[in-house]
C-alpha cells in the first residue's frame, strides 16, 4: 500500500475529525460542509508514500518535496566547517512534509535550535528559524542537513541521534506545516537541480560526486 500516514499526524487527524462530526451533529450544515475540505487536508498533509528512487554513494538525493529556492555558496562552520554549497528546498502545506535522508553514512552531529518562526523561503531562515541540523559523515566527506520550520510549524520531529546509520532515502523525519529543508555539501559536489524546480523526496537526484 503506498498511501501511508506519519504517526505524528494521528492525533490532529483525529481532532480535525471530531470537529467535524461535532459541526455534522449540531451546527448548521454549511458549517460540516465548510470544514470538511480542512479534514480532508489534514489527512494529505501527514501522508507518508513509499518511495523509490536512485540511490548510490555518488548520488545526492533529495530530502524534502518542494520548490528549490536557492542554490548558494556558504561557510558552514557547526560540522562541515568550511565552504559548501547549500540547497534549499521549501515546502508549502500541500506537499508531503516528511524528510528523508540525501545521503547514507554515520550521524555525528545533531543541534536543535528554538529559534523564531519567520518565512522559510527567506534568506535568513536558515540562521533564525527553528531548526535542527544532522550531520552525517558520509565515503565522500561531511554533509550536513537542516530542518527549519516556517511561519505555521511549531515542532520539527527528527528521528535519529548521534550514533545512529543515516540510510539514503529512509525516513529522517518531519516538520509539521510550512516549512523548508537545507542540504550544506562539500565543494566537490555537483548540483543537478537550479532554482525554481520542483523536488520529490527519496527521488529527484540534487547533486552527484565524481
Known amino acids: 500500500m503506498n498511501f ?64 528549490v529556492v ?57 540562521l533564525e528559524n527553528e531548526q535542527c541540523s544532522l550531520g552525517i559523515a558520509t565515503a565522500h566527506g561531511r554533509v550536513l542537513v537542516r530542518q527549519i520550520a516556517g511561519l505555521v510549524a511549531r515542532r520539527i520531529v527528527t528521528d535519529h541521534q548521534v550514533g545512529a546509520k543515516a540510510v539514503q532515502g529512509e525516513r529522517m523525519g518531519l516538520i509539521r506545516f510550512g516549512s523548508r529543508v537545507d542540504v550544506f555539501l562539500p565543494p566537490d559536489a555537483t548540483v543537478t537541480v537550479r532554482t525554481g524546480e520542483m523536488t520529490r523526496a527519496g527521488q529527484t537526484v540534487v547533486a552527484r560526486w565524481p
Not at 501527514?46 to 518535496?65: M, Q
Not at 558552514?76 to 566547517?81: F, I, R
Open 4 to 67: 501511508r500516514i506519519a504517526p505524528e499526524g494521528w492525533p490532529f487527524i483525529a481532532a480535525a475529525w471530531l470537529i467535524a462530526a461535532l459541526l455534522a451533529r449540531f451546527a448548521p450544515w454549511y458549517a460540516a460542509a465548510l470544514w470538511a475540505p480542512i479534514a480532508i487536508w489534514v489527512i494529505a498533509f501527514f501522508r507518508d508514500p513509499l518511495r523509490e528512487g536512485p540511490r548510490g554513494d555518488t548520488l545526492v538525493i533529495a530530502p524534502a518535496d518542494g520548490e
Open 70 to 126: 536557492s542554490v548558494v555558496t556558504v561557510d558552514e562552520p557547526a560540522y562541515v566547517s568550511g565552504p559548501t554549497t547549500r540547497v534549499s528546498i521549501f515546502m508549502n502545506v500541500f506537499n508531503v512534509h516528511v524528510n528523508r535522508y540525501p545521503v547514507s553514512g554515520t550521524i555525528e552531529y545533531r543541534h536543535y535550535n528554538a529559534g523564531v518562526f519567520g518565512h522559510a523561503g527567506t534568506e535568513k531562515a536558515s
